[in-house]
């Protein structure tokens, strides 16, 4: 693409890099006018995209490093700001300050969003930028400039709730089946079926990236709190009559831009999806979704004595009946380990049922980390002020749902009287709400 | 709107201000979890429409002065920062220091995008802080974020250009109405004369407020270099064979929002109606404008020796010949000082056509501010890289371009081969591309 | 235009003459291929359109005299038929009837539909042919076969009901203020404000003119039966508030196309409406129209009987009081003439009231033709379901309402339970429904 | 569906059918006005669609024998016709019969127009009339007024030319998988494929059946004449280049709704893409189809003598060096029946190559019907003006290719010069334009 961009597959020779490191000294001097500059970081995004790993990674180090803010001006302006404090003068002192912070990077980046397609292509740059930044720290200040600047473009307030049928473009379904994070869709077939009468799925789009679906979910209009995913899937089910649903269930939900780290919009997407629904369907009275467990058996091999805990001695009677001697039995072990061929044996399965339930609550209710809830999906449903409402066994069979999480998973209940509390109640002390039967199975 | 908002005509009362104080801190701190934010801050946007300029200083000014950052974090993060300089650790204090800055300020603003028509209640908050930040100085600092926020919102990426005709929306059209601020518009039938088929009229667009027109311009179709804005603007007059057409007129370009001050977009409005253009009507190979001169006359009131000095005594002769004489005749003062009458004196006002060309010669190619054009508009065109190409005698002959330049007007030419010289040699020197003509004019 | 075209402003010559019959058997024969048969159609169109009416009749004629059927084939076809009538033969015979009938004329018509505007041009010749067939009665087959043509393309399935707003194309709008037939259009305010929160506005559309609305209707939305057109239009009226509304009045219907006379959708239109209506405003229980009585003071003047039979003694009692001496005084003729001034002349305005409604009502009621209610606006909502439910005294003060109808105005109520017994009575007998107040009024 | 609506399955009693003919009776008078004429209509389109066979059958019957026009009316009006043939009065006397020849038969289908979706209720209605009147002569002047209403309907003029791509609404694409007739879509990528940058597709419209295609065609933009038809849709050839694209080929067309037989707009269609590609390709020289042959080994299979007369004594030296030893060989008739295994024995399939592409040639020129092309797909496209241009071996191995044509597809070329002489040509006498090389396979 970009003729002599450099040695092998993209990584650029010291003359690139000393073109690119001109051309940036042009944007973000801004020499010739807006209008050229912007041309020119067109040119120099081209560039960007024609670069392999190492080039990219010496493109962005170059913006982070060479063209941050000066720290002797910062200290000149700092002084002047610490000496106004108090004084009428302290605002323009502020102000003068946060001039001296501001850095070319952001109006470099900025300015890339001058090509077609410009706003993905920051977003792609950022996922870029969090995966150098695992081994590169100093690219952490042009990340954070970044975040910044994509947090100002996707509030909430620019983003647009979409409701996608079946009657949505292809281009843009094909997207959701790549983008389903949760429950895989199969084929066009298990899509339509996703899309019927009795669901609904919405995703949030931005004006400038129309194309794609930033994050979605997929809702089932039901009579009841839905406790099997296969079931819910099943294309072969007739759709159910939404006259008389009065359950919502949420049972997937996916965020899809890696570069939109940090920069949350799932709690307004259930939010307005709530609204949406309550608006079509009248009678609905429960709203809850039927989630995953993504960390419960990885958390389980990490804490044998929980998992012993778990088992009383009529679970060991159980499961002595049908030859499991304690628990280091050589059938035991691979169970608990996420092995799936269990399932079969329904009396081993009846037997696992109690003591992995009581795991399951176990782990939601007091795996901590930073006196945050430990498994993802509780600590994103637990903030938007979700309560646990029912742990269902076997609920996912698939070979993801067994290695997971036994094939547990979990309702969330989102009850629009307790939402407000909740919220508040969890970020501050991290307490969970959850049903009184979750809460038993829990205490021991 | 708000009970008990305030005493006379919506200034707060005391109990008020600690009531919108309390709701402001709960916004800042984001308790209840980010919806319940927005919600709240929507009630406070509320709030703040029903009171009084009073009302709305003491509002603003307690989100400027109590939210800002903490001096004490600041001071400890900066001297972290100065630390780190030239380490590794450098761009990791950078953002911290830049986290010490974060003030709640514009979270607190932000959060009143979720009303709708949040972007147009922000722009015109900032309208509102604009005009109380002249007597207001505290304020500067909130002005400052909010600009760089509004700038972040308003990137010329975002913004829609849409070519607006006699079928866009009525509503749209009496904006266009309303907002136009070169030559008014006299009715419905002056407007539909202007989306003719010899006329293109553009405007910018943001997706999150699509009723209004950010900006716009107004352009005609001709053969030739316009001289006289009356005559493009008659109703009556045929509309030009767009076939033949090879000079587009820009004769109008209006900005609509007073609180977007600072957030430039007009020369990319320029650029890109330009290309669309040149796709429509490839015969075209002439960009010019004809510009009012809004500051002649009032700098030629201030400035006699300059207009002294533009009164050759070919000139005097001419005037004696008519009966005046000298620079104080009494007919001649008020003329100077843009009075109306002397149009229609045509002896007298071909008397004038020299003296009062040089005069504004001179104006435009040597009044000075901060080393810049004095005239808005010049600076405006300049900036954007054209060269003063011919000034037009008489060319609008309506009360305002009497009052404030003689009737005489401007035609800026854009030459796409001389753009980005011009950028950069006025950025860099302030030195002005005029034709010939125009030169010798202001050389006496 | 058309080269050659013919001699004066568009009268064709004979050589034109030749060449468009050469051209109307080609389209007849479809030699070439329908696509360029439909070409050859398309040029023959703009020659018509070049024609002036002496042109354009004897193009019409042509049509109408040199492409019907062939009497000899249509004998031989019939004697079959009626050979077979009775027999299984039959309903073959009949196709075969059926199509010695089928003429090249409509095959001709139809064609022109290649042109962009198709359908417009053909509505428009129609509307020509109206115009001519009332001097040439042989142009009376080619105008049933077009209207027959026409009233399939017109379908009402075919129709698309759009509510008009202020946001709504300018060009569309100003279509509406040119078409407006009842009550004039004065300027954009005033159509603005017949856009405003309190009225509605819709018009059918055909999807291939959808720049051209069919026929419209503007409604208002109060609290009571509206007794008074000026007040209802008067642009300085505050809005009502729509949440108490209980009534809509219609109170203009305009059909604009003139070559769709015959085919009928107005019925249609307010059956749409009123759905619309009750779906935005479940509070609405009664729709009436505030409709002009065209007829009245012609009719009237023809009928100095009935006038005479509406004064009573009491009426003669109250005018001698003021000075008016029975019926040949010379201040009353003028009045019952439709003249203006008297309205101002209030004690002659009381004392006129009672008589002029007692005779507006025997017209309403008495008048017949064809045992048809006599008033066109009457044959329509009566025809369509409607009962008289009031008259309304100065309710249209303009002069047009004057002239008419001595300013009196009708209720036409349309209550869902009685319109379809209405509609038969209405057209089985030609009894009107009307309120009890309205035949005591006719009853002398 | 309806209560009571009959016996088994659908079939109504005889007390349905008195319903029914009350109800047809009552539409067809109009009683009560056309809204409730209109609303019963409907109510009768449901139960129309509540019926089996036999009860439409005695449904459509009922219509086409009991509300056809009146003999003796008819009788009477075409005496005073033909009395009147030659003055002035004809013209009004035809409309007169023509008014007496008028039906209720239409005015009672058109009424179903009402039912949402009624436009695709009446097509659908008539292709079930279509299958019932190859037993049931006696519907044929039902169906020949229905075709007659649905020409009007779907003339050209209000059909839209709609270009599919992968953005287009999934709903949409399902239907055409579904519709495709000549070349089955395997999959979504079979279909995502076709709509790829080197291909286009176009459907036509009618604005009241937005959902449903009425008639496709497929094209391929390429650099050659396509000669296989498995190499064009193979999914995993790369895209080509469409800069150098010189040929369209359009390699599939589908008519998709069996109600609309008569009414013809495939030639629209070609002719209207044709315009569309040369807008988007000015390159585009060529335009030809890849088309089947689908009536060639059937038609081979009854003609043995043709057969034989395309073998030369060469084919059969040939044949007998593989051991097939003259016409009755037991290798040879499988193949020429139809069979599939040949393809793969090379060099049988190197053999039969010239003998079999001279019997199709043979068949393609010379077979026969009515004394035109026998070919249906030869008919349509020759009487739209294509040449043959040439035969492909081996184009199409598919089971159906092999099946129908011994895998052989042809060429039709679009020359826009030769287009009408073609199709009067052919109009007039049958007479086929064909390449030299084709010809002269033709000729023994």
């Known amino acids: 693409?970009?003729?002599?961009?450099?040695?092998k597959s993209g990584e650029p020779s010291e003359k690139v890099l000393a073109r690119i490191r001109r051309q940036l000294k042009e944007c973000a001097e801004g020499l010739g006018g807006e209008v050229s500059t912007r041309l020119r970081a067109g040119r120099l995004a081209e560039t960007y995209l024609s670069l392999d790993d190492a080039g990219r990674i010496a493109f962005l180090r170059m913006i982070a490093l060479e063209f941050g803010p000066d720290p002797k001006r910062i200290a000149k302006a700092h002084e002047a700001y610490q000496a106004a404090v108090g004084t009428e003068r302290q605002w323009d002192a502020e102000a003068q300050l946060r001039a001296a912070m501001r850095s070319s990077r952001i109006r470099i980046l900025t300015q890339f969003n001058a090509i077609p397609q410009g706003v993905k292509f920051l977003v792609d740059l950022r996922a870029d930028l969090l995966r150098f930044l695992e081994k590169d720290k100093e690219l952490k200040s042009l990340d954070r400039e970044l975040e910044a600047r994509l947090t100002a473009w996707f509030d909430v307030g620019f983003l647009e709730l979409t409701r996608l049928t079946w009657n949505s473009p292809a281009a843009l379904l094909e997207k959701i089946v790549q983008y389903e994070a949760v429950h895989e869709i199969q084929s066009w077939r298990d899509l339509k079926n996703r899309?019927?009468?009795?669901?609904?799925?919405?995703?949030?789009?931005h004006p400038r990236m129309p194309q794609e679906p930033l994050i979605f979910v997929e809702?089932?209009?039901?009579?009841d709190l839905a406790d099997n995913v296969q079931k819910l899937l099943d294309e072969n089910a007739p759709a159910a009559d939404t006259d008389r649903a009065t359950t919502a269930i949420f049972y997937s939900i996916s965020a899809t831009q890696e570069g939109l780290r940090g920069v949350s919009f799932g709690n307004f997407l259930l939010k307005r999806v709530l609204d949406d629904l309550k608006r079509d369907f009248p009678k609905l009275n429960t709203f809850a979704t039927l989630s995953p467990i993504p960390g419960l058996v990885r958390w389980a091999s990490k804490h044998p004595d929980e998992v012993a805990a778990a088992f009383t001695e009529t679970d060991w009677k159980r499961l002595a009946a049908i030859g499991i001697e304690g628990?280091?039995?050589e059938r035991l072990k691979p169970v608990l380990a996420g092995s799936h061929g269990w399932v079969a044996d329904r009396?081993?399965?009846r037997a696992l049922r109690d003591p992995l339930l009581r795991t399951a609550a176990a782990y939601l209710l007091g795996g901590r980390r930073d006196s945050k809830a430990i498994d993802p999906v509780a600590r994103f449903h637990l903030g938007n002020g979700a309560r646990i409402e029912r742990l269902n066994w076997l609920a996912d069979t698939s070979d993801k749902g067994l290695d997971q999480s036994w094939g547990i998973m979990v309702n969330y209940l989102y009850d629009p009287d307790r939402i407000v509390t909740n919220v508040e109640t969890f970020a501050a002390?991290?307490?969970?709400d959850a049903a009184a039967g979750v809460k038993r199975l829990a205490r021991r």
């Open 219 to 223: 809702v089932a209009l039901m009579e």
């Open 1 to 7: 693409m970009v003729a002599g961009a450099g040695g």
């Open 195 to 205: 899309l019927g009468s009795d669901r609904r799925c919405y995703a949030f789009f």
């Open 429 to 432: 002390s991290g307490e969970i």
């Open 327 to 329: 628990p280091d039995s």
């Open 347 to 349: 009396p081993l399965a």
